[in-house]
């Protein structure tokens, strides 16, 4: 079973923000999180990855508070081509399992 | 450019038959893992290996072996396909820190 809970969908429009939230109250200490993008009919894609605090590269933001149990996937200024699934998921160091859940699927609206 | 390959897009078999998925992955990575992924439930973890020759049940192995004879293939075996085994199966391969995980653009099979 996937170890992270995240909303099974979010409706949004070109050119807001957009985050999708995602809880992991069992997170351990070394876990790292992670964010994959999928597209339909392709294979997911890394966009981000987190300890704590803030991380931002040129997709999207990755905000993880103090206690770590939650993260929160930012996306600026959404376009149609965002319209995908993402993957909120705990990454073990020097782990092997990577288990990913449903998923939230997002739709961006013109 | 970084790439793991599927040997098929898409693949029709009979029920009963065997069924082998490629992969082949040409970053040296040392995991290599398939997935399966059906509507509504994600990806789901069949088998995984973290070097040649060794192997690891995921989440739902039964029905699925796997062989890694090489360290850059990694192959998916139905012994004796069925028709719940329809589905997208999706290859990936991480280097041993397990930081990025990266992904074949899929085998869609159909068991008939």
């Known amino acids: 079973l996937a170890k992270t809970t995240q909303p099974i969908s979010m409706d949004s429009y070109e050119g807001q923000e957009v985050n999708i939230t995602c809880s992991h109250n069992n997170i351990a200490t070394n876990d790292y999180i992670t964010w994959y993008q999928q597209f339909p009919s392709q294979g997911p894609r890394f966009i981000i990855q987190?300890?704590?605090t803030k991380v931002t590269n040129e997709v999207a933001s990755l905000f993880i508070p103090a206690d770590r149990k939650s993260s929160t996937l930012s996306l600026p200024r959404v376009s149609l081509s965002d319209t995908a699934v993402y993957y909120c998921l705990e990454r073990t160091t020097g782990g092997f399992k990577t288990i990913f859940g449903a998923g939230t699927r997002l739709f961006v609206k013109a | 450019d970084v790439k793991v390959t599927q040997s098929s897009r898409y693949l029709v078999k009979r029920t009963g038959e065997k069924v082998f998925l490629e992969c082949v992955q040409d970053?040296?990575?040392?995991?290599m893992f398939w997935y399966r992924q059906d509507p509504g439930l994600g990806l789901r973890l069949i088998y995984f290996s973290y070097d040649v020759k060794m192997k690891e049940k995921g989440d739902i192995p039964e029905g699925y072996s796997v062989s890694r004879e090489k360290k850059e293939r990694f192959s998916l075996i139905l012994e004796s396909a069925s028709t719940n085994q329809t589905s997208m199966y999706l290859c990936a391969s991480s280097s041993r820190e397990n930081t990025e995980a990266f992904f074949g653009q899929g085998t869609r099979l159909t068991v008939v």
């Open positions: 987190g300890y704590k």
């Open positions: 970053m040296d990575h040392e995991n």
